[in-house]
């Protein structure tokens, strides 16, 4: 059965969430009336879903700007969910998960997801994020009609940014809006060290050291994709990516 709630956010024109649309997939009534409310509180429209078929109907009947989805859902899981969203537009996923396993997450980020929360969270955290996803579909957006000159190219691996696309030896990567994002911000200092504060804060926007572990998976999935030879830990410190010797 289909279990959803619907509110317009009262006075959301005034609000950074103003009039953006986001769907709440937990199956927990307290986790998700919790999330509801902040979101609520935040300027967003919101509805909820309790279990994996409601949450693939809603998604399709009212259009989301932004899913946050636990994975273990009646029905079937959040990644299946995740799957099924994605293959019917693209939109920005947060995953939560109770189980603190790097399997799941980075299963999720090959599904779709942008990114992840480990149960239990703090509801500001969890607004902030949901905050610099959207902007960061904003900004996607935005380079996507601004026409830059040229190809980045490293090598094999070769950047378009106008087109936000990502090619290794000729042939297409699909990468999320995230791991682009993560990709292009180290390819703009090619073989520098980037800390992983100085990562998050870049592509995240957010500058709390507790979300380095969400850089480390990111950078694990980057790495399936690209080739894990061109991306270089530095122990202790972060990350580079490798280029050809001149």
């Not at 709630?5 to 937990?26: D, I, K």
């Not at 696309?165 to 297409?172: A, K, P, Q, S, Y």
């Not at 990567?173 to 800390?195: G, I, M």
Request: aromatic letters at 4%; hydrophobic letters at 45%.
């Amino acid at each position: 059965m289909d279990q959803t709630q619907t509110s317009q956010g009262g006075t959301a024109a005034a609000t950074p969430g103003a009039q953006r649309r986001v769907l709440v997939v937990e199956d927990d009534p307290t986790i998700v009336d919790a999330i509801a409310a902040r979101l609520r509180a935040e300027g967003f429209q919101v509805q909820t879903a309790t279990d994996g078929p409601a949450a693939v109907d809603t998604a399709e009947a009212w259009q989301p700007d932004l899913l946050v989805l636990d994975v273990m859902l009646p029905g079937f899981d959040g990644l299946e969910v995740c799957r099924r969203v994605q293959a019917q537009r693209p939109v920005p996923v947060m995953m939560l998960t109770a189980r603190d396993d790097e399997t799941d997450m980075l299963v999720g980020l090959g599904v779709g997801a942008d990114d992840y929360m480990t149960k239990p969270f703090s509801m500001r955290e969890l607004a902030a994020r949901v905050h610099v996803l959207l902007r960061r579909v904003e900004r996607a957006a935005l380079a996507a009609h601004t026409p830059r000159s040229g190809i980045l190219r490293l090598g094999e691996l070769e950047i378009d940014h106008a087109q936000r696309r990502v090619r290794v030896r000729g042939t297409d990567v699909h990468l999320t809006p995230t791991e682009f994002d993560l990709l292009v911000c180290l390819a703009n200092t090619p073989r520098a060290v980037l800390s992983r504060e100085q990562l998050l804060a870049e592509v995240w926007d957010w500058a709390d050291a507790s979300g380095t572990r969400t850089v480390d998976s990111h950078i694990k999935a980057l790495r399936r994709k690209i080739g894990a030879e061109r991306i270089r830990t530095v122990h202790g410190v972060g990350y580079a990516l490798e280029t050809p010797a001149a």
